[in-house]
């Protein structure tokens, strides 16, 4: 294995790993934020703090695992099932 190699897949894993953590980060701020909405009433920053750390959660966990995966090298291409002979194969055969 190649130092250019090592060295990709190295900062892939970091990166990776940054944003599962980010991610991690993200959902325990929006569980806070909604204990905190629970227990001190109905607030405008509770309700935006829950909806964007969510949303960032999320975001980071498709970026988290998509990075990983391709540093794996395990990343369907776009292009997959998308030949009309197996579409109708998986339909079970109608045209």
Avoid: I
């Avoid at 009433?41 to 509770?46: N, R, T």
């Amino acid at each position: 294995m190649s130092l250019a190699t090592r060295t990709k897949a190295l900062v892939g894993n970091v990166v990776g790993y940054g944003f599962l953590l980010l991610a991690l980060v993200a959902a325990g701020y929006g569980v806070y934020a909604l204990v905190a909405f629970a227990f001190a009433g109905l607030g405008a920053d509770a309700v935006v703090g829950a909806m964007f750390s969510f949303g960032f959660a999320l975001f980071c966990l498709v970026m988290g695992v998509y990075v990983r995966k391709a540093v794996a090298g395990t990343v369907l291409p776009l292009n997959v099932d998308t030949d009309t002979w197996r579409l109708t194969m998986f339909r079970g055969g109608q045209g």
